[in-house]
């Protein structure tokens, strides 16, 4: 590990580090770095061509959930415990403002107006979704999971089709994401949205490019 802390610690401090080995004690050629704060994972994610380890080409990716990664990328996230009180706009205006992407659409779902009584507006029914411009933002806005809009914390998970969740459109959340109890879950998002320090978690693979961005919990 001598040689990992070498070459990724021009990025920041390193909290852990694990090489990943079969039985035998042989590296399986991926493994896991976790770094104090998100800036110093955005420093490394952004040099992530040319990095070396004995002399071998290896390639970073962002470690989040296993059952949050799917055969294809879908930029659209699902929000939990929406309440009255927030708005599309407000969701919006949050995550442009906290995190560098464009909010392609919002939508927080309501109760059908057929019914209601005159003047009644409908009211929210506690979930909607998000679509951003760039998967990079989908993968921090999972891991940190928990956000508070307008005085109301929401819940943020990976969307699912509706044909591998007949149930809703609510996706599958395997874990807390890669990030070391160091500052642990409550420590957040260093940087974004008023978040405070905390330990997050970045996968490592000089062998199998399968293997990028495994999740490993702690």
């Not at 090489?19 to 104090?36: A, E, L, W, Y």
């Not at 009255?84 to 107006?113: D, Q, W």
């Not at 160091?182 to 420590?187: C, D, I, T």
Request: proline share 4%; net charge positive; charged share 25%.
């Amino acid at each position: 590990s001598s040689g990992i802390n070498a070459e990724y610690g021009q990025f920041g401090e390193i909290a852990e580090c694990t090489v990943i080995k079969d039985p035998n004690k042989i590296s399986r050629g991926f493994g896991f770095i976790t770094f104090q704060t998100v800036e110093e994972v955005d420093k490394c994610l952004e040099s992530k061509s040319g990095l070396t380890l004995d002399e071998r080409q290896i390639e970073v990716k962002r470690a989040i959930p296993k059952d949050g990664q799917g055969a294809a990328k879908s930029l659209r996230v699902y929000l939990g415990r929406v309440k009255e009180g927030i708005t599309e706009e407000n969701v919006k205006e949050y995550f442009e403002k906290n995190f560098p992407c464009s909010v392609e659409s919002v939508e927080l779902m309501k109760e059908r107006a057929e019914g209601l009584p005159e003047g009644q507006e409908p009211r929210l029914r506690g979930f909607g979704f998000v679509t951003f411009d760039n998967s990079d933002t989908v993968d921090k806005v999972i891991i940190i999971r928990n956000h508070e809009i307008n005085g109301v914390t929401i819940t943020v998970n990976k969307a699912e089709p509706k044909s591998r969740n007949p149930g809703g459109g609510r996706g599958g959340w395997g874990g807390r994401g890669g990030f070391s109890g160091r500052g642990g879950y409550g420590g957040g998002y260093g940087g974004y949205g008023g978040y405070q320090r905390g330990g997050f978690r970045g996968g490592f693979n000089s062998n199998n490019p399968n293997n990028f961005g495994r999740y490993r919990p702690y």
